[in-house]
């Protein structure tokens, strides 16, 4: 829990520059501006915005944000020190930096001997000059700077001296900040330690390290800035969150990182990780509670922005993050949650998920139950017997824990109370493949039964399961349009005993949505058309069940 006299940490995201060169994620200008303001809403203080003129994207996203400015963060615009032999007044990199409008600034130098001769083919003396040169341009045209310093540890462990010249270089020039970089992500914590204690000794020593904290503004004074340090890792050792905590507990007062940690080759130091350790269990102040609640919620908003799947394993914020699945850890969880959960999900803005699974034991299910809404407290035998049927459709090969939706289903049968919206009497489908076409084309037919009327529909669709769906709503649509809104959102298939070829008994998986809530269903058999048919039905029946129990509620409230 942070107070007013809690340290002030400085966030600074840079999913939209560092987090966009992850491979395979892509994102539009609208992307980034919804991104972008959604950090925003997250209380993040700065938001590097990308490189101005490197691309046109990042150029109208800019202008875009000078029309319509985010409400408390500072947006921040990316670049290098100017070329070897130039001036920075000649830059015209630069020149498009000064037109993104932005007041503050990032520039990256080289810290590490070897990239100053082998990637610039440049003398260490040009290198100073170009960090001076670069700042002191910017500084004269009213920016103020944050300063990476590019491959600092690996720099400074090859050439500590020409590492600690580059910062002087950066701090005689008039950076603000000083962020040391692990741009490899090769160093472990220890050295991280050691190393930005040595810079902020170094600092000090410069007399740079001794002001009074202010809370108030990451700098107090800019016309007579006094640097502070901060610091970027990368994860290729798996070490960036650790790497960063070590660096914030030497001295470093800046965090820069992404959210889920997205970025080049193995990602960057994962802020949705960083921002609860960091506030919940060391005390700095990052952002506001009542904005720490919102954590996993922009969490998944950036997943499905980027159209990457939500790592549902990640710490905090994954959907498993706070999920019991062994009986015993769930009897105990149920009594006090501290003997399983390290922080109360609900800071973090997640929850607790009780999985149901055939290692589940009784609590699990009546802990399921409630979360459905079902009270099997008083029905303990009606419970076990749950458990049992759980267990037996297990050993068949269905899986609960990941389809919830059907789990709900067999509840409501065991009770009783499972509500019979439609009836599948039967269906076909046939398959059409023309040599020399690229796509071959199905047709489903399904006889229903709704109300004890039969229903004979056909519908056509690019796959066996697409037209076997598209029969269903076609029969269905007219007795339940709310059907209209439903749609099959993922399908997944799984071979569960491939040794046995094409005879391999096969789980399929459907996840379902209407616009609000998503669930998911399971279908299993050794006939791939009959385990997609379960599952899309009951994604079927278990929205039908959402929609009436929602109108039953409204009916009740009104």
């Known amino acids: 829990m942070t107070t007013n006299s809690s340290p002030q940490l400085w966030l600074y995201d840079t999913t939209l520059r ?18 972008a303001k959604r950090l925003d809403q997250l209380g993040v203080p700065f938001i590097e915005g990308g490189w101005p003129g490197a691309n046109p994207k990042d150029v109208q996203f800019f202008w875009q944000l000078q029309e319509d400015p985010l409400k408390q963060a500072e947006i921040v615009a990316f670049c290098s020190t100017r070329r070897p032999n130039s001036t920075a007044a000649t830059e015209p990199m630069l020149q498009d930096i000064l037109a993104a409008g932005t007041r503050w600034v990032t520039i990256f130098g080289k810290s590490w001997d070897l990239h100053v001769t082998t990637s610039l083919k440049t003398t260490l003396e040009e290198n100073l000059a170009m960090i001076r040169d670069t700042i002191e341009y910017l500084r004269s045209q009213g920016r103020r700077i944050i300063y990476d310093a590019e491959h600092w540890f690996d720099g400074y462990k090859q050439n500590p001296d020409y590492a600690l010249q580059t910062l002087e270089a950066a701090i005689a020039s008039g950076a603000e900040w000083l962020v040391l970089c692990d741009t490899n992500g090769g160093t472990l914590p220890h050295e991280i330690s050691q190393i930005v204690q040595d810079v902020v000794q170094v600092t000090g020593d410069w007399g740079l390290g001794s002001r009074k904290e202010s809370s ?5 004074n800019p016309q007579s800035p006094i640097p502070q340090i901060g610091i970027h890792t990368h994860n290729d050792s798996e070490m960036a969150v ?6 914030v507990m030497a001295g470093a007062k800046m965090v820069q990182g992404t959210i889920n940690g997205y970025g080049e080759r193995c990602g960057n130091a994962n802020l949705c990780s960083l921002i609860p350790n960091l506030q919940l269990k060391l005390g700095y102040s990052c952002i506001t509670e009542d904005q720490l609640t919102q954590l996993t919620e922009a969490s998944r908003f950036v997943s499905e922005v980027v159209n990457l799947a939500p790592d549902e394993h990640a710490p905090f914020v994954g959907l498993s993050a706070f999920a019991h699945k062994g009986g015993i850890h769930v009897s105990a969880v149920e009594r006090n949650p501290l003997t399983y959960e390290h922080i109360q999900p609900e800071q973090v803005g997640n929850h607790r998920r009780i999985v149901i699974s055939e290692q589940s034991g009784l609590s699990n299910v009546l802990a399921k139950a ?3 809404g079902i009270n099997l407290n008083e029905l303990k035998a009606e ?3 749950i458990l049992q049927r759980l267990k037996d459709l297990e050993s068949e090969g269905f899986q609960f824990e990941a389809a919830e939706a059907s789990f709900a289903l067999l509840m409501h049968e065991a009770l009783g109370g499972r509500q019979k919206f439609f009836e599948v009497k039967g269906f076909q489908v046939h398959c059409d493949l023309i040599e020399g076409k690229e796509t071959s084309n199905a047709l489903a037919t399904v006889k229903i039964a709704v109300d004890g009327k039969n229903i004979l529909e056909a519908a056509e669709g690019n796959g066996p399961v697409a037209a076997l769906d598209a029969a269903l709503r076609k029969a269905l649509v007219n007795f339940y349009p709310q059907i209209a809104t439903f749609d099959l959102t993922d399908y997944k298939v799984r071979i569960l005993n491939g040794h046995t070829g094409t005879a391999a008994k096969t789980r399929v998986l459907v996840e379902s949505g209407n616009g609000r809530q998503r669930w998911t269903t399971v279908g299993v058999s050794t006939n791939i058309l009959e385990a997609s048919y379960q599952a899309v039905v009951e994604g079927l029946e278990y929205g039908l069940l959402l929609h009436s129990q929602g109108s039953a509620v409204v009916k009740a409230s009104s």
């Not at 491979?23 to 919804?34: A, F, N, Y």
Request: charged fraction near 25%.
């Open 18 to 35: 560092d987090g966009t060169q992850r491979e395979g994620l892509s994102v539009s200008i609208e992307d980034k501006l919804r991104i």
């Open 216 to 220: 108030q503004s990451p700098i107090p």
């Open 242 to 247: 650790a790497n960063a905590i070590a660096a």
């Open 383 to 385: 419970a076990k017997q």
């Open 370 to 372: 409630r979360s459905f």
